[in-house]
């Protein structure tokens, strides 16, 4: 799938990248895209959440009451679950979120939300390399006006680290920025449009 490179203007260049096929050009696969965010989204969780266990809160263990001829319900030590400032039942503690998936079957997840993407009108966009000489926020904001994409979520992706461009772009809403090595699904998804440069194209592909 040949796609044409436009300019900062918004213009054509006159130039075009050829989309590989076998990237933007697949059966997708929703089973493998929704094992791919579900294993991102759960990645962020910090599963840091603790609660204290009768055995962890302050108090005393004496019994309080006699167990028989109260009148009232057996109670053992002011530690109990079902007394104000006990401990709690069945609460939550430190663990591991993190789900395993195969490479191959993330890497189906990857190539199926560039598809969809590509699929879209308007849901891939190159153009070309960009390279500020500093951060310079209304220049990227211009580039997305040329480009007709400043009320778009969008994803900016290039071929490696770019310091001044990262810095331009990082406070714009609905812009995040990425690096063709380290794309994942999910925030294909998440946007509405992926700009890639002309360079990231081929890093990509």
Avoid: C, W
């Amino acid at each position: 799938m040949k796609v044409e490179v436009l300019g900062r203007n918004g213009q054509p260049t006159g130039r075009s990248v050829d989309l590989d096929d076998s990237i933007f050009g697949i059966e997708t696969n929703e089973h493998a895209v929704y094992l791919s965010v579900k294993q991102y989204l759960a990645a962020q969780r910090q599963g840091t959440h603790k609660s204290k266990e009768r055995g962890e809160v302050k108090g005393s263990r004496k019994k309080l009451k006699r167990q028989k001829g109260t009148g009232t319900a057996r109670a053992g030590d002011i530690k109990s679950p079902i007394f104000r400032g006990g401990g709690r039942m069945f609460g939550p503690k430190p663990r591991n979120y993190d789900i395993k998936l195969n490479k191959k079957v993330k890497k189906l997840a990857r190539y199926s939300a560039l598809t969809s993407k590509a699929q879209n009108e308007g849901g891939v966009v190159v153009i070309e390399d960009l390279n500020f000489d500093s951060p310079k926020t209304k220049e990227y904001v211009a580039i997305l006006a040329n480009l007709k994409l400043a009320d778009k979520k969008t994803l900016l992706v290039l071929d490696g680290a770019n310091k001044e461009v990262y810095l331009s772009a990082r406070n714009i809403p609905k812009v995040s920025i990425a690096q063709a090595s380290n794309l994942n699904t999910y925030e294909i998804l998440k946007a509405n449009t992926l700009i890639i440069t002309e360079s990231a194209a081929k890093a990509i592909q």
